[in-house]
């Protein structure tokens, strides 16, 4: 039994700290670090560097600056298209590095399932904000931020407390993106060439208004 429950701790572990950096990377190194470095938790041996007081420092800091920027229309998606390089890579790591001292094989796998899951919820994060992106006001752009901290946060203490109920609750996420994916993407597809088809109608009416003024220039040098 308890050997049943230490490997159901490290799959969520795993998964959840993959998961987590494809959202915010920044809060997922620091929740970990803090919990491991206050005994709330006991992190595999391979992410003790997370307990570091400068790793956990570095992470609050760019913690706080993707806070703001995070809240902002048009640079949050900056943000994430800058990040798609980094959560991505990161989850493979903390993936890798928290299924412990196992086979090399077995930490391949759990890197490659990890950058599988970072990049699907990196994509749903920043799908739906270039979509969100669209709204005028700014409300719901901080909503939508605010409730990807506070998910960041509750997901690692239910991974890291309540494993089987963060596994239950993690593969509803992933049927949840499987449909929600093609539907962001076609979406942001719809909007590219909404973008696209106005600026190609101001072109055209400020080529058609030169051309004008032209043709009156050159009416009047005729006169």
């Not at 709330?40 to 570091?52: E, I, M, Y």
């Not at 390089?85 to 090399?104: E, K, Q, T, W, Y």
């Not at 929600?180 to 106005?198: D, N």
Request: aromatic share 10%.
């Amino acid at each position: 039994m308890d050997s049943y429950q230490q490997v159901i701790s490290t799959i969520a572990l795993t998964m959840g700290a993959a998961w987590a950096s494809g959202i915010n990377l920044y809060a997922t190194i620091a929740v970990l670090g803090i919990l491991g470095a206050t005994g709330n938790v006991t992190l595999p041996s391979q992410l003790l560097v997370l307990q570091s007081p400068l790793v956990i420092g570095c992470a609050g800091l760019m913690f706080l600056v993707e806070f703001f920027a995070d809240k902002t229309p048009g640079v949050d998606t900056g943000w994430d298209t800058i990040h798609t390089f980094i959560r991505i890579p990161a989850g493979v790591i903390l993936a890798a590095s928290a299924v412990g001292d196992v086979s090399p094989a077995l930490v391949v796998a759990a890197g490659i399932l990890g950058g599988t899951v970072a990049a699907t919820s990196h994509m749903v994060k920043a799908g739906s904000r270039v979509v969100i992106n669209t709204s005028p006001e700014p409300f719901s752009n901080w909503a939508a931020s605010l409730f990807e901290d506070f998910l960041v946060v509750g997901g690692l203490f239910i991974a890291l407390h309540y494993p089987l109920l963060f596994l239950i609750l993690f593969v509803l996420f992933l049927l949840l993106a499987v449909w929600l994916i093609p539907k962001l993407w076609r979406a942001i597809r719809f909007l590219g060439r909404k973008l696209r088809s106005v600026f190609s109608s101001e072109n055209q009416s400020y080529s058609f208004d030169n051309q004008v003024q032209i043709d009156n220039q050159t009416e009047s040098k005729s006169k």
